[in-house]
T-cell receptor, first 115, second 113 residues
Framework: AQKITQTQPGMFVQEKEAVTLDCTYD???????LFWYKQPSSGEMIFLIY??????QNATEGRYSLNFQKARKSANLVISASQLGDSAMYFC????????????FGAGTRLFVKA | GAVVSQHPSWVICKSGTSVKIECRSL??????MFWYRQFPKQSLMLMAT?????????EQGVEKDKFLINHASLTLSTLTVTSAHPEDSSFYICSAPGLPGYTFGSGTRLTVV
């Protein structure tokens, strides 16, 4: 069964510094996708970045990069140059491509950016 | 980009009444819609998957008769919470598959009093 683990309930980072949010996963499916979403206090889910299991390079989207270590089954999110607006809940998620697009989410990490 | 419009954003209802939540795909056709439930400070839990023209698939432990899901057209999926009780109070959010990430509705905060 697929599983997503986020072990950091909360993280603090100083504005303009980089922060890494941890995510490990478990799946027996060789084809899967990994996602990170941001959820501000308003509740909306904002897609940040995607990594496919067969992608050779780590995904990057602006200030977001995904540190994909397949052998270790980890998909950590790195946010560079943190901004106050980055304060939110962050969820790691996984979709097994043979699972009909069903996606499961980790428990989430709340990020606090300090001025 | 793809947009999923979810209504209402919040609703307060009396115990025993039913509440309908709508999710519409505005500029694309969503043959599949996922419905999630989120308790405060917790993660999203998948409740069910609706498919246009067929019965919804419910996750284990989700009461089909309590949470009625209908996918009447390629642009509309609805979740009806029947005979709501205070324990049904939660944040409900829908999402449609996209490439690569899902497109989420803005969520509905349901409070049953």
């Amino acid at each position: 069964a697929q599983k997503i683990t986020q072990t950091q309930p909360g993280m603090f980072v100083q504005e303009k510094e980089a922060v890494t949010l941890d995510c490990t996963y478990d799946t027996s499916d060789p084809s899967y996708g990994l996602f990170w979403y941001k959820q501000p206090s308003s509740g909306e889910m904002i897609f940040l970045i995607y990594q496919g299991s067969y992608d050779q390079q780590n995904a990057t989207e602006g200030r977001y990069s995904l540190n994909f270590q397949k052998a270790r089954k980890s998909a950590n999110l790195v946010i560079s140059a943190s901004q106050l607006g980055d304060s939110a809940m962050y969820f790691c998620a996984m979709r097994e491509l043979t699972g009909g697009f069903k996606t499961i989410f980790g428990a989430g990490t709340r990020l606090f950016v300090k001025a | 980009g793809a947009v999923v419009s979810q209504h209402p954003s919040w609703v307060i209802c009396k115990s025993g009444t039913s509440v309908k939540i709508e999710c519409r795909s505005l500029d694309f056709q969503a043959t599949t819609m996922f419905w999630y439930r989120q308790f405060p400070k917790q993660s999203l839990m998948l409740m069910a998957t609706s498919n246009e023209g067929s019965k919804a698939t419910y996750e284990q432990g989700v009461e089909k008769d309590k949470f009625l899901i209908n996918h009447a057209s390629l642009t509309l999926s609805t979740l009806t919470v029947t005979s709501a009780h205070p324990e049904d109070s939660s944040f409900y959010i829908c999402s449609a598959p996209g490439l690569p990430g899902y497109t989420f509705g803005s969520g509905t905060r349901l409070t049953v009093v």
